[in-house]
């Protein structure tokens, strides 16, 4: 019983930003790693960042220095700060989470995913 929800996705402009957000609910006793992935049309899934609970960011090259990975432990919600949004950037974005439940087990979950489109 994990649920991921995303939120924060739209149109807009190339230069533009938008910030996602993934929130994480039900029999959740810890989540070691969160991260965003999208698949842009006529092209396979890639990983575009991901997080640990402690902190630490990784990204792929293509978003360095743009887009920005975070998360709040305490909501289970991870988020993803987007600036200066290019064409290229879009795709439809899902959130993903590595979850280990009050029951011991573990488990990865995802979200429905969330349409970003960059116009320009």
């Known amino acids: 019983q994990v649920q991921l929800v995303e939120s924060g996705g739209g149109l807009v402009q190339a230069g533009g930003s938008l910030r996602l957000s993934c929130a994480a609910s039900?029999?959740?006793?810890?989540?070691?790693?969160m991260g965003w992935y999208r698949r842009a049309p006529g092209k396979q899934r890639e990983l575009v960042a991901v997080?640990?609970?402690?902190?630490?960011?990784n990204y792929v090259d293509s978003v360095k220095g743009r887009f920005t990975i975070s998360r709040d432990n305490a909501k289970n919600t991870v988020y993803l700060q987007m600036n200066s949004l290019k064409p290229e950037d879009t795709a439809v974005y899902y959130c993903?989470?590595?979850?280990?439940?009050?029951?011991?087990?573990?488990?990865?979950?995802w979200g429905q995913g969330t349409q970003v489109t960059v116009s320009s």
């Open positions: 993903n989470a590595e979850v280990q439940r009050y029951s011991g087990s573990y488990g990865a979950y």
């Open positions: 039900g029999s959740i006793f810890s989540i070691s790693a």
């Open positions: 997080i640990t609970s402690g902190g630490s960011a």
